[in-house]
T-cell receptor, first 116, second 110 residues
């Protein structure tokens, strides 16, 4: 299947700082990427849909000013957690939809964020 | 978006066949059914996808009855490494959104 990467795989930051997470589709161009968050022993929660060349669309309850999403190219979407707080500590996962195989999403390996 | 319902947990033993059934009563005509596997601290991994009848790949089989209101993921001869959470999902045919339920935690015992 298609390959999606994330960087970094884990990050520790101080409260109040911002953290950027990258999501790349390695062998296909993705016009649409998705960002999820997963807390321990819970399921994935969709945060937003990232569209190349346009603004992201956020799910209800997700603060767009806190979770900045940029999809500047067909292979890269970034999620920036601004002014991070300990409650933002979570596992962040992205996925990408191959336009030639629109029914399938391929997920990245995830990024573990710990805010101290 | 079609809501899915599946058992929260299942136990099995090595070498057995495991069948996980998922219901999706309000599936739309154009919707596909997709199954993912997730290990702790990893992103979900695509297993199989189908629209109707039966689909088989090197990992699993997917059985979908004619009314498409349910589907069954079949894992032949499971091993300890198949212990994971399995998610049944119906992506929105328009937006591609996936709404994850709790999934089925499969525990394979020796």
């Amino acid at each position: 299947g298609a390959v999606v990467s994330q960087h970094p795989s884990r990050v520790i930051c101080k409260s109040g700082t911002s953290v950027k997470i990258e999501c790349r589709s390695l062998d296909f161009q993705a016009t649409t990427m998705f960002w999820y968050r997963q807390f321990p022993k819970q399921s994935l929660m969709l945060m937003a849909t990232s569209n190349e060349g346009s603004k992201a669309t956020y799910e209800q309850g997700v603060e767009k000013d806190k979770f900045l999403i940029n999809h500047a190219s067909l292979t890269l979407s970034t999620l920036t957690v601004t002014s991070a707080h300990p409650e933002d500590s979570s596992f962040y996962i992205c996925s990408a939809r191959d336009p030639w195989d629109t029914e399938t999403q391929y997920f990245g390996p995830g990024t573990r964020l710990l805010v101290l | 978006l079609a809501k899915t319902t599946q058992p929260i947990s299942m136990d099995s033993y090595e070498g057995q066949e495991v069948n996980i059934t998922c219901s999706h009563n309000n599936i739309a005509t154009n919707d596909y059914i997709t199954w993912y596997q997730q290990f702790p601290s990893q992103g979900p991994r695509f297993i199989i996808q189908g629209y109707k009848t039966k689909v088989t790949n090197e990992v699993a089989s997917l059985f979908i009855p004619a009314d498409r209101k349910s589907s069954t993921l079949s894992l032949p001869r499971v091993s300890l490494s198949d212990t994971a959470v399995y998610y049944c999902l119906v992506p929105s045919s328009n937006t591609g959104k996936l709404i994850f339920g709790q999934g089925t935690t499969l525990q394979v015992k020796p």
